[in-house]
């Protein structure tokens, strides 16, 4: 891979209109082998797709093996760390979402935990995607908040929103990542992924609580370039490929036209 192609491929869905899907795979969930090799290969089809691998506390030392499972079942599509800490890095991933939480004030979350693992990434083969994380409260008290210890952004305060993002934004971050938590009871609002959308011209990543189609097509049409899905698809494998079929659908309509 270049040093560029995961970013490359998610500036070309915000340039283009086109939408993708990531699904999320958190190392501490009980995954067995053929319930993922049936999500990911049932979902093989459809593009563009990525995996995220992490999560909030990641008790298990196992990043390593879940990546490996990933490659034994599908060697193609792109990996990408989610890390919760430092401890959560792995050369044999693709591309980091290198995670600053600038709706929060907690310092190692927004600078500390960077430095740490800055010397690491170096060395690495991995491609750094400054990412600008934004915790919006959906509806229930996530891992992410919990151990965190920030306050989510108010769903219904989209101009709150809109300041976080240009901050990041003008400090150099080239990513969002709008963020209910997992098992959100509400996902991210549209009035609020429209108004992000509306001033900040970088990809916009979405997740937590978005368990139906309707609403990933509610978030890409506020604005999403990515939507990301993780309980949702480990309830019901067929989840995945339904989302990637909406996103087929949208992205072929553009090609139509």
């Not at 079942?73 to 591309?95: E, M, N, R």
């Not at 290198?98 to 740490?116: C, K, T």
């Not at 008290?141 to 151990?147: D, E, F, K, T, W």
């Amino acid at each position: 891979m270049s040093s560029r192609q995961i970013g490359d491929t998610l500036r070309a869905l915000h340039r283009t209109g086109k939408k993708g899907v990531a699904f999320l795979i958190d190392p501490d969930d009980s995954w067995q082998e053929d319930h993922l090799a049936k999500i990911l290969l049932d979902a093989g089809p459809y593009a563009p797709l990525y995996i995220l691998v992490g999560g909030s506390l990641v008790q298990k030392d196992n990043v390593l093996d879940v990546i490996a499972r990933i490659r034994t079942i599908t060697a193609s599509l792109p990996v990408l760390l989610f890390p919760g800490s430092v401890v959560q890095l792995a050369d044999s991933a693709d591309a980091i979402l290198f995670i600053s939480l600038i709706s929060g004030r907690n310092p190692e979350l927004l600078i500390g935990q960077h430095v740490a693992a800055a010397p690491l990434l170096a060395d690495s083969g991995l491609e750094i995607l400054p990412t600008g994380y934004m915790l919006i409260d959906g509806g229930r008290i996530s891992s992410v908040h919990y151990m965190s210890q920030s306050v989510p952004i108010p769903n219904d305060k989209p101009e709150l929103a809109v300041a976080t993002a240009l901050a990041g934004y003008f400090l150099g971050l080239q990513f969002l990542y709008l963020e209910a938590g997992s098992g959100a009871v509400y996902p991210v609002s549209y009035e609020l992924i429209r108004a992000v959308r509306g001033r900040v011209p970088c990809p916009l990543i979405v997740g937590g609580g978005i368990n139906t189609a309707e609403k990933a097509k509610e978030a890409w049409q506020a604005g999403a370039d990515l939507v990301v899905i993780g309980n949702a698809a480990q309830k019901n494998p067929d989840f995945l490929a339904e989302v990637l079929r909406v996103a087929e659908i949208h992205n072929l309509s553009l090609n139509v036209n």
